[in-house]
Nanobody, 114 residues
Framework: QVQFVESGGGLVQPGGSLRLSCVVSGSPFKFTTMGWFRQAPGKERELVARITSGLIANLADSVKGRFAISRDNDKNSIDLQMNSLKPEDTAVYYC????????WGQGTQVTVSS
């Protein structure tokens, strides 16, 4: 069964930066489009960034110009570099395949607050 382990979240002030990491096991990672999702309190989970096996990245309009996604196929990992963070970026962040597998990791909490 595929497993996801996310890390790197925390509390940061508006305008700050964080880098999230996710290690994936149990799936053909190298040939899979992977993504970062987030879920804010009371809201639906949404896809914020994805990257294909050919390293083509797409970002949601709300994070374009501030976030960047990358992957390391040798380490079965994807990262999300988040800059110029805003309070509305506060959420639990998850990684998964795009489209997603049914199971999810525990996620990593990102809180943007002064």
């Amino acid at each position: 069964q595929v497993q996801f382990v996310e890390s790197g979240g925390g509390l940061v002030q508006p305008g700050g930066s964080l880098r999230l990491s996710c290690v994936v096991s149990g799936s053909p990672f190298k040939f899979t489009t992977m993504g970062w999702f987030r879920q804010a309190p009371g809201k639906e989970r949404e896809l914020v960034a994805r990257i294909t096996s050919g390293l083509i990245a797409n970002l949601a309009d709300s994070v374009k110009g501030r976030f960047a996604i990358s992957r390391d196929n040798d380490k079965n990992s994807i990262d999300l570099q988040m800059n110029s963070l805003k309070p509305e970026d506060t959420a639990v962040y998850y990684c998964n395949r795009v489209p997603n597998y049914p199971n999810w990791g525990q996620g990593t909490q990102v809180t943007v607050s002064s």
